[in-house]
């Protein structure tokens, strides 16, 4: 039974100083995926890869200390595919994904829109694209695991604050209504699949304690085509990892 777990860790170098590795030991995930890992392979220490019993496969951004993502597993994958084939989009280290026999994982960052406007157009070109390829993908890959930070929450219930923040980007109408176009083209919200309580976050800001205040946004899903559905198992979030300001998602599958 695969157990998947996804992470935007915000830099891998400053989730490892406050005890990554330890921690991936312990909850040892046949997958595990990280977003945002602001670093190249050469400039990361693998000893606790080699000590977990990780393959490793890197997606970094073009651009030094900024974005990008990275999948370690235990059992070497069939087939590796880095970026989505849209060069605007793969020079940030966006995208990486693993072919298994019976299964596939993407694992995505996708683009914020909290700089600016500017952003913010990027972010939705981003998604349109990204839609398409999604469907395109799951074509071909039907038993898949979509999973990362999609920047996004879904509905009111997602977030601690809806009504400050109905013009805040990531929660902004046309952001929620790709979320809501994505659910309803054949494939899973993960986490709702099993969950439909609120006070469910995953990332939480850094200001006016909002973590311990439980102050935050569910920003970071496992999304599952539709073929996936009856190999769904578990689907929870892990508040209680701190090594970044998100934390962690966990999937298991039969």
């Known amino acids: 039974m695969p157990k998947i777990i996804s992470y935007n860790v915000n830099g891998l170098r400053a989730a490892l100083r406050k005890g990554l590795g ?3 030991l312990s909850a040892n995930p046949d997958v595990f995926c990280i977003q945002e890992i602001k670093a190249t392979p050469d400039q ?3 000893t606790f890869l080699n000590e977990c019993g990780y393959n ?8 030094k200390g900024y ?6 597993t235990k059992e070497a994958p069939q087939h590796v595919e880095t970026g989505c084939g849209i060069s605007k989009y793969d020079c940030e280290g966006r995208v990486l994904r693993v072919d298994f026999k019976d299964y596939s994982v993407l694992n995505v960052y996708m683009p914020s829109g909290t700089s600016g406007e500017v952003r913010q157009q990027f972010k939705y070109e981003w998604l349109d694209d990204f839609y398409h390829y999604l469907i395109d993908l799951s074509k071909k890959h039907p038993h898949l695991i979509i999973t990362g930070d999609f920047n996004i929450c879904h509905r009111p219930i997602d977030i601690h604050n809806p009504v400050a923040n109905a013009r805040t980007t990531g929660f902004l109408p046309a952001e929620r209504d790709w979320m809501e176009k994505l659910f309803n083209s054949g494939f899973i919200d993960t986490f709702r699949h099993f ?3 609120p006070h469910n976050y995953t990332w939480w800001s850094t200001r006016l304690n909002a973590r311990e205040r439980n102050l935050g946004w569910r920003i970071d899903y496992q999304v599952a085509t539709a073929q996936m559905e009856n190999r769904l198992k578990r ?4 508040p209680d990892a701190k090594h970044s300001d998100h934390c962690p998602t966990l999937l298991e599958i039969i």
């Open 67 to 72: 974005s990008g993502v990275a999948i370690f």
């Open 195 to 197: 969950n439909k309580e």
């Open 44 to 46: 990361i220490d693998a």
């Open 22 to 24: 330890p921690w991936l």
């Open 235 to 238: 689907a929870v979030i892990l």
């Open 56 to 63: 490793n496969y890197w997606n970094p951004a073009e651009k």
